[in-house]
């Protein structure tokens, strides 16, 4: 092993992530995200499950992607929601074990063309099935953990944030799960490491600029990593 490389493992340099209080702490994006085929993978540790969360939403608030109504503190369900020509229309995820507390990777797959949707969870999809409506043309920004409509939003914390303009493959979601620091950049439109510290700006590191600005979330240095605890070297890893 290099020294240099020793050296990280031995003195691991510190990381953040965000912390949001679940009342009125969230990220907003620079200009419209209006993507109708995506790819979501978010980090994401619960302090707890009481109600609706909306982690990430785009098109200005019409599409969602989040937790349904819920309460345990072993299992996880998942929730695609959006604005279509026949209305709101949501579909929710059979439950998994997860456990409150602790880091885990989730996301959501979908193709405008072919209406399929599936569900990831720690580089796993699950779930598939066919999403059989329109959605309605709408614009507007993303955002990260807004509650809105009565919805509460997320208490707890939030990091490595990334989206697709197209969907994944398995080996693609697993690669991204197990290389957190150096994802797949085919396709990739938003990437929000959040591990800044300071400040009240998440950068996009995808190319295309889409900076997020934060309200009322707070910096705070991440424990049990999920970096670390998949691969120390991985912190070290060249994106690809």
């Known amino acids: 092993m290099p020294l240099s490389a020793a050296r990280v493992l031995l003195h691991p340099p510190k990381r953040y992530c965000l912390s949001f209080n679940g009342e009125n702490d969230y990220v907003s ?63 929710v995820s059979n439950p998994q074990p997860a456990d409150l507390g602790t880091w885990h990777q989730v996301g959501v797959i979908y193709s405008d063309e072919t209406k399929y949707l599936g569900f ?15 959605l309605a043309e709408r614009s507007g920004v993303w955002q990260i953990n807004t509650g809105v409509g009565g919805i509460k939003a997320l208490r707890g914390f939030i990091s490595l944030t990334l989206v697709y303009d197209r969907i994944l493959s398995a080996s693609e979601a697993r690669h991204d799960y197990l290389n957190p620091m150096s994802p797949v950049t085919d396709g990739l439109v938003l990437w929000l490491k959040m591990e800044e510290g300071s400040g009240n700006i998440v950068h996009d590191y995808s190319g295309y600029g889409n900076d997020g600005t934060i309200y009322g979330a707070s910096w705070t240095e991440i424990t049990h990593d999920p970096v670390r605890t998949l691969s120390p070297l991985r912190i070290l890893s060249p994106v690809r």
């Open 120 to 134: 990831i969870l720690d580089g796993k999809i699950f779930h598939e099935t066919t999403y059989p409506y329109t």
């Open 29 to 91: 994006g620079s200009y419209a995200l209006d993507l109708k085929t995506i790819t979501i993978l978010m980090w994401v540790k619960h302090l707890e499950y009481e109600g609706e969360n909306w982690i990430f939403m785009w098109a200005g608030g019409r599409r969602q992607f989040g937790y349904p109504y819920w309460g345990t503190s072993t299992s996880v369900k998942l929730c695609f929601n959006c604005e279509t020509t026949e209305g709101w229309k949501a579909v």
